[in-house]
Structures are given as C-alpha cells and as structure tokens.
C-alpha cells in the first residue's frame, strides 16, 4: 500500500529561525511523483514543488529548500530565516494507484501545522 | 494564465439536502479529480474522469456522484446532505496525453457548510 507520513503534527518556531518538515513515504511503484502543497488559513492548496522519481536533486527556491533521498524515502522540506507569512499547514503527497491506475490520485500525509511566531 | 475553476465557493445546505459543486479545468486538460477535506484532515480522494469517463474511484460515499461533461467540466452532486460532509471539496485537473506527467493544478476549492 501507499502511504505518506508527515511526524510532525505541529511545529512552533520564531521568526528567523530555520525548520525542516518532514516526510516519509511508501510505495512499491517505480515511477512516482512527490509534491509539497501549502495550506493557509484561507484554505486553498499553494503548490510548492513537484518531483519525480528519477529526479534526486535537490532544489532550491528562495528561502525553501528540499532534499530528496530515495534511499530513505524521505522528502523533507526546509524553510530558512522562517518569516510569519509562512505559517502555515504544509502537506506532502505522493502520486498513487491505490484506486485504480491513475497516478493523479494523490495520497496526502495528515499535514504538518507550522506556526511561525514574531 | 488559467486556473481550475471551482463554483460555488462557498454553499449552506441543510441535512437531507443536495448539493451540486461545479468544476471547470483548465483548458485542455482532460483529467478531473474530486478531493474532499474535512476540518483538521488531510485531503481525500473521491472520483477521476479521464475523457469524461470515470477512471479512479476512491472513498466517495454512495450518496455522492459525479460526472463530466463534453466541454470537460465536472460536476459533483451530493445528496441526503449529512453534518459530516461539512468540508472543502476541492477540484484538480490535469492533462493525460501520454499519462500522468505530474502536472496537477488544484482549484481554490468549495467550502460546504451543512447545518
């Protein structure tokens, strides 16, 4: 089975300060994409990055990183000097067939709520 | 550019009620997925449409069903409306000419009160 697990339910930071969010995943495809989604109060899903399987590089984008090892199953985001306008609930999904084939069926971890405080 | 298009946005229905919720992909994207978030939950997928043909169902309860259109809009009706279906019904196209490339562009979303 598929499956995407986010430890952390919550994270606390100051302003500034630099925090990781973390991201496991399981699945028994070859080919796969990974997907960082952002979620603010407003509601609606911000994308962040998108990678796919065949691609470890890590990426860089102002002040948001993230490292891709497939080797752990890991794909963890990082944003550096954390501002207030970042709080907010992260969600990491990996592209699925649970139910059926198609990989557009994204399976979402339970989110990560980070608050960045002044 | 243009986005996934979602209607209404917001909707306050009471129980045993129906509700239908819109969709409008992006152009030339043939692909619709129904996602349903619940308050404090993560996303859950509901149906697909590829050609507007269903192509994935996933945890869509019963009394939820949904099509696609020739002009591939999408539309989600629910009925007998229950307080747990209270959520944020989002819709994501994408394009499928050669299968899943892992462009998939979400809608703002329809928030659903139901009272």
């Known amino acids: 089975a598929q499956k995407v697990t986010q430890a952390q339910t919550e994270i606390s930071v100051v302003e500034k300060e630099d925090v990781t969010l973390d991201c496991v995943y399981e699945t028994r495809d070859t080919t796969y994409y990974l997907f960082w989604y952002k979620q603010p109060p407003s509601g609606e899903l911000v994308f962040l990055i998108r990678?796919?399987?065949?691609?470890?590089q890590n990426e860089i984008s102002g002040r948001y990183s993230w490292n891709f090892q497939k080797s752990t199953s890991s794909f963890n985001f990082t944003i550096t000097a954390s501002q207030v306008v970042d709080s907010a609930v992260y969600f990491c999904a990996l592209s699925g067939r649970n139910y059926g084939g198609s990989q557009g069926n994204l399976i979402f971890g339970k989110g990560t709520k980070l608050s960045v405080k002044p | 550019a243009a986005g996934v298009i979602q209607s209404p946005r917001h909707l306050i229905k009471e129980k045993r009620e129906t509700a239908t919720l819109k969709c409008y992909p992006i152009?030339?994207?043939?692909?619709v997925y129904w996602y349903q978030q619940g308050p404090g939950q993560d996303p859950q997928f509901l149906i697909s449409?590829?050609?507007?043909?269903?192509?994935d169902k996933g945890s869509i309860p019963d009394r939820f069903s949904a099509q696609q259109f020739s002009d591939y809009h999408s539309e989600l009706n629910m009925s007998s409306l229950e307080l747990g279906d209270s959520a944020l019904y989002f819709c994501a196209s994408s394009p499928r000419t050669s299968g899943f490339t892992g462009e998939l562009f979400f809608g703002e979303g329809s928030r659903l009160t139901v009272l």
């Open positions: 449409f590829y050609e507007k043909m269903q192509s």
């Open positions: 152009p030339r994207h043939d692909t």
């Open positions: 990678r796919n399987s065949f691609d470890e």
